[in-house]
């Protein structure tokens, strides 16, 4: 009896605590929807590669899978990403209601993504035409990755991104993809059933991924109508310099970041494919693909941790900051424990009914990319908490240091262990990574009490 009522005050206890956290139930609630929404966009995202995987074969598969990877390569590599600095900036002026601002904030995010879009497609285009011959690319090859090139021009995320974020509406984010990634699922089955080769499969996808920038870029016109900021094309700017200040300091250094981590994770299928063979970029980018859905969970966490960390950071609330911080962690390396797991139980069943028996190999390459996802989930707290900090330099720093290992270690192990040296470069990367930003932060921490 006594043991019943210590365990039924033990109970409400808990339940009372849990109660009380009001900004985690909707922290969770927002992220259920974003995970909900990606990792069903991933699965039927897998299966439309899959199909694509299975009507092509290794080698045109891996042909699509370089023109894909290279195209994700320059458009991370010059993408200004605008919805971070948006987000700083535009929240504070969301908060004393500064309606210019924000409309001028908006605009040149947009003018901006535009710009690096359109910069993205040229050097693309002058890299394949002056670089290809140079290195041995093949006239097939380039010809298929110079068509894939269009796609770049309309590759419009960052202001998108920040107005969708800023406003919350996270479920229209999460479910509206999954609704283009069923319709792309549906056209490559389509596709199987017609009997496409690798120019249409490249065509269906080329169209995909605009029809999804323009679909994004149109919903985030449609809330900024719905909140009244009506327009925000004819804001004059005015001097951004003066009216948000630090912005363009903000933006260098988290950019610089961002941009060496997108460059180990956009180019390493090339590299895999340039020191090995197509056929093996074709199984790492199916087995990258797959540890992928995992690895969108620290993604998604960070599109609704980074705006609450630095509203808590702001009113200088430590306690609060540093638990908000040690629970999403704990969260997230949970999850990639669980998704570890999973894969190790069901993986050569997964690649075997949707791939095919030719992309069973890939297996091995899924479980030594998810011990990186690991690193990488547990990571990306970290990253936001540093983010809302203000330490950007940080965060270049720890990129720097581990995009350099990667490489060096990919370049070392590619050509002697194959395709398994990119998934090992991965993991040091991350590691080194994990590792710099977690002492970081401590040491911020501690100078705080």
Not at 48 to 69: C, I, N, V
Not at 372 to 380: E, N, P, Q, T
Request: one cysteine or more; a positive charge.
């Amino acid at each position: 009896m006594i043991l019943l009522e210590s365990l039924l005050k033990k109970t409400r206890k808990y339940r009372l605590a849990w109660q009380a956290e009001a900004d985690l139930h909707g922290r969770l609630k927002n992220i259920a929807h974003l995970l909900t929404g990606n990792f069903a966009s991933a699965f039927v995202g897998l299966a439309g590669f899959a199909l694509t995987a299975r009507a092509l074969g290794p080698a045109d598969y891996g042909l699509l899978a370089l023109s894909f990877a290279y195209t994700r390569g320059i458009e991370r590599f010059v993408s200004f990403r605008s919805w971070q600095p948006l987000i700083k900036y535009g929240a504070k002026a969301l908060q004393v209601g500064e309606t210019d601002d924000l409309k001028a904030l908006f605009k040149f995010g947009l003018l901006i993504d535009l710009a690096t879009a359109l910069a993205g497609w040229g050097l693309a285009v002058l890299i394949v035409l002056f670089a290809g011959p140079l290195f041995g690319i093949s006239e097939e090859m380039s010809r298929f990755v110079l068509i894939y090139c269009a796609v770049l021009p309309f590759q419009v995320t960052g202001m998108p991104t920040a107005v969708m974020r800023l406003y919350g509406r996270f479920k229209i984010v999460a479910y509206g993809q999954v609704a283009a990634s069923i319709l792309r699922a549906l056209l490559c089955l389509a596709g199987v059933y017609l009997g496409w080769g690798l120019f249409e499969f490249m065509l269906l996808w080329m169209a995909s991924q605009i029809c999804s920038s323009l679909n994004r870029t149109a919903w985030a016109f449609r809330e900024l109508r719905k909140q009244g900021l009506t327009g925000v094309m004819w804001v004059p700017l005015g001097d951004i310099r003066t009216r948000f200040p630090g912005f363009w300091s903000f933006s260098l250094w988290t950019n610089m970041a961002l941009i060496i981590q997108a460059c180990a994770f956009e180019f390493d299928t090339l590299l895999v494919g340039y020191l090995a063979d197509p056929g093996s970029a074709g199984l790492y980018h199916i087995a990258k693909r797959v540890a992928k859905i995992a690895q969108q969970a620290g993604e998604q966490v960070q599109a609704v941790l980074y705006p609450d960390l630095s509203r808590v950071w702001a009113t200088e609330g430590i306690d609060e900051f540093r638990k908000t911080v040690s629970q999403t962690g704990w969260l997230l390396f949970a999850f990639g424990v669980c998704a570890l797991i999973g894969a190790h139980l069901t993986i050569e069943w997964v690649l075997r009914v949707t791939a095919g028996p030719g992309f069973e190999a890939a297996a091995s390459l899924v479980m030594v990319q998810f011990v990186a996802v690991i690193m990488f989930l547990c990571g990306r707290t970290l990253y936001s908490a540093l983010l809302a900090m203000g330490h950007e330099k940080i965060l270049l720093q720890s990129a720097l240091l581990g995009g350099v290992l990667f490489l060096f270690t990919a370049v070392v192990l590619i050509p002697r262990v194959g395709a398994v040296g990119a998934n090992v470069a991965h993991i040091v990367m991350s590691g080194v990574w994990f590792v710099q930003m977690a002492i970081a932060y401590r040491r911020k921490l501690d100078s705080k009490r």
